[in-house]
């Protein structure tokens, strides 16, 4: 993984990524040590033809240089799309909570991963794409960084991280979750390439896709009423801005969190595109000039995916001190409700709620206001 921003070991099951600056350090083969210096070297920044700095090792389990079974690659995979999630999540949640749209999250192609044989004795390597296979010499050619990778800056949660740890732990028996997991993390990771001349309108039917899973909405034909319901009870709270439609053929009325509203228009928006009525790119805003729907797609499902990690169990941390937190209120409050506490403190979900206009606004002394939807 040679363009991620990260510094550190992380863990996720028995995946490890390492950077090679330490992981050299495993490697106990002084010629195997050396091929791969030299290998990482065609690794080169676009400004200067300079090596990047940021080459990871994917490892599974504790030796980082063997042949894996395609199981282990299936897990590796799986960990990455965590990480992408990780990493794209937590941004978007800082920079629209702030409203500092310059504050861009990187994107999945910062997290493109590459496998290599390993021939120390030789000076070559292989470049291997699709059904071509090219021979090259160290130094006589070089894999430049895409333009695409977005944002270098961004704060992986702990909490997620060890959740994740936890997901993909081979002792893991829950597997039905464990696969609706990572088969909406997938989708996730795919709505947000940048460098693979995917359409934004084909973006919007990838998350669409990741919401579907993630929520369980099943093969009803109601599907952006289910949605709505399932983004009501997951993202709705007591300071959620209400609205009422009357909608279907019957014109029955409704009311919903406006989080909730928001994903039965990006459902229909969906609709749009799969079924060919004319859609255009400024169907596509949610505000003008920012965010765009993919963008309140990026938060809404981030939100979604880390409530039913918490509901699941795999917080432990937020769980214990939702319990510190019953015994301190004499458990007096029903549990759910307690933890949300430290869940909102940890995450801050209304923050980007806040700044579409979604829930009351928290004035400094307690007092509120109606939020207004400005995001520009």
């Known amino acids: 993984m040679p363009w991620a921003p990260l510094d550190k070991e992380i863990k996720m099951g028995p995946i490890s990524f390492l950077p090679f600056s330490s992981a050299a350090q495993r490697i106990p083969d002084a010629a195997i040590q050396k091929h791969l210096a030299d290998y990482f070297k065609c690794y080169v920044n676009p400004e200067d033809l300079s ?21 282990e690659k299936n897990e590796i995979t799986k960990a990455i799309d965590a990480l992408v999630f990780c990493a794209i999540g937590t941004q978007n949640m800082t920079s629209v ?36 296979k090219h021979i090259v010499k160290f130094g006589a050619t070089c894999f430049t960084k895409p333009w695409s990778t977005g944002g ?10 060890v959740a994740f740890d936890k997901l993909l732990a081979p002792s893991n028996g829950d ?42 909405i099943g093969s009803g034909s109601e599907k952006k009423l289910t949605m709505a319901y399932r983004l009501e009870e997951i993202c709705g709270c007591k300071d959620s801005l209400r609205e009422t439609r009357k909608i279907g ?24 595109i799969v079924h060919g009525t004319p859609v255009t790119t400024r169907d596509l805003m949610y505000a003008d000039p920012w ?32 319990i510190e937190c019953a015994k301190i209120m004499n458990a007096g409050e029903d549990f759910k409700v307690l933890l949300q506490l430290p869940f909102n403190i940890a995450f801050s979900p209304n ?26």
């Open 175 to 216: 597997a039905d979750f464990r696969d609706r997991v990572f088969r909406s993390l997938e989708w996730f990771r795919l709505a947000n390439t940048e460098g693979g001349n995917v359409s934004p309108f084909s973006k919007v039917v990838m998350m669409a896709t990741a919401f579907e899973i993630i929520l369980d």
């Open 249 to 272: 053929m019957k014109q029955l009325e409704h009311t919903f969190a406006k989080v909730a509203w928001w994903g039965y228009d990006f459902y229909n928006l969906r609709n749009s």
């Open 51 to 71: 090596p990047v700095d940021t080459i990871m090792l994917c490892s599974h389990g504790d030796n980082p240089i063997r042949v894996l079974s395609d199981v």
């Open 152 to 161: 270098t800056t961004f704060t992986l949660s702990n909490h997620l991280v």
């Open 291 to 322: 965010p765009n729907h993919l963008i309140v797609a990026n938060l809404v499902f981030y939100e979604c995916a880390l409530r039913k990690l918490l509901q699941r169990g795999y917080m432990e941390d937020i769980c214990h001190k939702a």
């Open 97 to 132: 909570s702030a409203n500092a749209r310059s504050w861009v999250p990187p994107t999945s192609d910062a997290f493109e991963t590459y496998t290599q044989n390993l021939h120390p004795e030789t000076e070559h390597f292989s470049v291997t794409v699709g059904s071509m």
């Open 351 to 376: 923050g980007y709620k806040e700044r579409l206009g979604w829930v009351i606004k928290r004035e400094s002394g307690g007092s509120t206001k109606s939020g207004q939807q400005d995001a520009g």
